[in-house]
């Protein structure tokens, strides 16, 4: 079926790009009958093309047909309303990633906005990334990216269907709710922070796990996260701890490793070199065991500061090491068999 019967040159020149970029090879007289005009216009509109820049090929064969291959240069972009969208969603996040493009992707996002449907621009401006590191693998689609921000900016009450690690999925279970307050991309995934009013609570909710329902709820008055700081709220959650941005469990060591050799596995720990062979360390995490076996694997002497805690779980790990290794402690018991 052809796209158009009647068409001016500049909207068929938009058609035949499209279709041009929509497969790699087109006979001519495929897209002849496509565009519902002969093949002598099709030439001639593959020629306006390439005064535009477009690298349009002719493509030899039995058949004959044309090819839209890469350039030297970039020509001007034809995108559908999806396209435009999602090109919008990245650009905007791509602006406060700190992956070191900012400037340019706020070029290019004002660029993009600006030519944008007035349709299309009211979705892409209510998106609003409140506090984001690098996205890395947050595959998240934009159709709900956009629902959320709009939500968040309309302070409507989200209902969702949630996906929790190890739970099977059950469609009778009511939709949980929440008030939405920030969308954050984190460690490679988004999340959305909210207020739950049925657990007097704060949420962190990754996105992917989510089922939105329609209609959102009622309206709600937005809160001030704990400490007026969303991604440092956000850090001391992913820590266990529901105040200060700090690690519930934290020691100090010295370790038999020069400074270069520790840096580079302490995350967010610090590091002070004492000598050639002997650096400072003061780490944390969730629990004391988790944070003695993190500080092991350095495969070197320690040396513990302090607190006490940290020494006993060192003697704790040294006791379960022993009996994984099958090595009989002096004072045990020997095994019955």
């Known amino acids: 079926m052809p796209i158009a019967s009647s068409t001016t040159t500049s909207s068929r020149l938009l058609a035949l790009l499209s279709l041009l970029q929509a497969r790699r090879d087109w006979p001519g007289e495929r897209l002849a009958e496509r565009l519902g005009v002969s093949e002598r216009t099709v030439r001639r509109d593959v020629d ?13 064969g039995p058949e004959g047909g044309y090819r839209l291959e890469a350039g030297s240069e970039l020509p001007p972009l034809l995108f559908d309303d999806e396209q435009a969208v999602a090109l919008a969603v990245a650009l905007r996040s791509a602006v406060v990633t700190g992956a070191g493009i900012e400037e340019a992707a706020a070029r290019a996002l ?3 906005r600006q030519v944008l449907p007035s349709r299309l621009r009211q979705r892409v401006d209510a998106l609003d990334v409140t506090a984001v590191e690098p996205a890395g693998d947050a595959h998240v689609g934009a159709d709900v990216l956009l629902a959320l921000s709009a939500a968040v900016r309309s302070a409507e009450e989200l209902r969702f269907d949630y996906r929790s690690p190890g739970r099977a999925d ?19 995934h988004w999340y959305l922070v909210g207020w739950s009013a049925e657990h007097e609570d704060w949420r962190v909710l990754r996105v992917d796990r989510m089922t939105l329902r329609v209609p959102n709820g009622p309206r709600f008055t ?8 969303v991604a440092a709220f956000l850090s001391a959650r992913f820590k266990g701890s529901e105040g200060a941005d700090r690690w519930p469990c934290q020691g100090e060591v010295i370790l038999a490793l020069p400074a270069e050799r520790v840096a580079p596995f302490v995350a967010d720990g610090v590091v002070e070199p004492l000598g050639p062979d002997r650096t400072r360390l ?10 003695a076996a993190t500080l092991a694997r350095f ?8 607190p006490a805690e940290l020494r ?10 022993a009996r994984a290794a099958g090595v009989q402690r002096p004072g045990a018991s020997s095994p019955v068999g």
């Open 282 to 291: 003061v780490a944390g995490s969730w629990t004391w065991a988790a944070l």
């Open 48 to 60: 306006r093309l390439r005064e535009l820049g477009y690298p349009v090929q002719a493509v030899r």
């Open 312 to 321: 006993h779980a060192f003697a704790d790990l040294s006791r379960r090491a």
């Open 222 to 229: 937005p809160r001030p996260v704990p400490g007026g700081d």
């Open 299 to 306: 495969d070197a002497e320690i040396e513990v500061v302090g």
């Open 110 to 112: 004002a660029t993009v």
């Open 170 to 188: 059950d469609d009778a279970r009511p939709a949980r709710r929440v008030q939405p307050h920030h969308l954050v991309v984190r460690h490679g």
